[in-house]
């Protein structure tokens, strides 16, 4: 009768990948390898894994630290993305975005707030980092790469604990620490950390115990659409805005939760003075002091949802301090007090 146990060589002269525990050659062969370390394909292999990356460095009196935490959570259809940037000891960044689902949380510090999308599109958070750091490389990106192959001729030593199939190698050159850790059989590398005096850089992948789920009644917060401002036309009569949602903003929302203002600011204060929810389509609003609004919606793909590529148009007679505002009535918010 074959038996599920797992046999693996021991000895001290072994050189496959699958040496337990890893001697100085067998482990040089590991990092020597192509993509010995690629977080994009461990993304493939499992299907919940979160890579947490930290980044501290001092020059002269300056501080500065970097963290990232990216999870994907495929059971729950669900990925998450934090970061946080400290200089100086004061913190610049410290966000979080979870999403895959209609609803969605964002975290700016520790006050947490619920977004939606009607048309959720759940994906892998890792690939979908490494295309937006490919398209702006100057960008601020978790720094998920390493090339191993610089360091397979260091002097390494080991310590292995079969049980766990953990191994951890650590070694030396002129100006850094570093320690690797892998485990599994074949051996994966789930670790890398260097240290240089205060300096310090370490790579964590965890595939085990790893979940994400959404938070609920917390605070709504509006879409993020900021409408383009009015102009004078050429008779110098009429004010106008002609606008397009970028493609750049991810929305798919519902129009009856969207209002389109008109604006009038005066002695400092903002009042409202016509508006249309957006699933009216077309309106042409006369007030009584004889000045009129004209508002109008292009559903650009016919999905019933105000999205990417939609039109809008406002015209008026109106004049003084005039703008254009929107109002997210399921968040009850203008638009550009998000957050």
């Known amino acids: ?115 939606r999308d009607e048309i959720p599109e759940y994906s892998n958070p890792f690939i979908k980092l490494a295309q937006s750091a490919t398209e702006n490389p100057d960008g601020f990106w978790p720094p998920f790469a390493f090339d191993t192959k610089q360091l397979h001729d260091l002097d390494w030593s080991f310590s292995a604990d079969l049980t766990s199939t953990q191994q951890v190698a650590s070694a030396s050159n002129d100006t850094h620490l570093i320690v690797i850790e892998t485990r599994g059989i074949p051996p994966l590398i789930t670790g890398i950390e260097t240290y240089s005096g205060e300096d310090k850089f370490i790579l964590r992948v965890t595939t085990e115990n790893v979940s994400l789920s959404l938070k609920k009644d917390i605070q709504r917060t509006p879409v993020p659409f900021i409408p383009e401002q009015l102009t004078k036309d050429s008779s110098g009569n009429i004010s106008y805005c002609a606008g397009v949602i970028s493609n750049s903003l991810s929305l798919d929302i519902k129009p009856e939760q969207l209002e389109i203002h008109g604006l009038l600011t005066y002695d400092n204060s903002t009042s409202s003075v016509s508006s249309m929810r957006f699933d009216t389509l077309t309106l042409n609003q006369t007030l009584p002091d004889g000045t009129w609004w004209e508002f109008y919606w292009v559903d650009f793909l016919g999905e019933k949802l105000v999205s990417n590529g939609d039109l809008y148009t406002v015209r008026t007679n109106a004049t003084g301090n005039i703008s254009i505002g929107i109002f997210d009535l399921w968040a009850n918010s203008w638009t550009d007090q998000a957050f």
Not at 30 to 35: E, G, H, V
Not at 53 to 59: G, I, K, Q, R, Y
Not at 62 to 77: F, L, S, T
Request: hydrophobic share 35%; with cysteine.
């Open 1 to 115: 009768m074959a038996s599920g146990c797992l046999s693996v060589p021991l000895t001290e002269s072994c050189e496959n990948d699958d040496c337990f525990p890893f001697n100085n050659e067998s482990f040089s062969n590991l990092l020597s390898k192509d993509n010995a370390f690629d977080v994009i394909s461990y993304s493939e292999m499992f299907s919940q894994i979160a890579v947490e990356a930290t980044l501290v460095s001092e020059h002269q009196t300056q501080r500065g630290e970097i963290y990232w935490n990216v999870i994907k959570d495929d059971e729950a259809e669900l990925s998450s993305v934090s970061s946080r940037l400290i200089l100086g000891g004061t913190v610049v960044i410290d966000t979080e975005y979870v999403e895959g689902q209609q609803s969605n949380n964002y975290r700016i510090g520790n006050e947490w707030y619920e977004g």
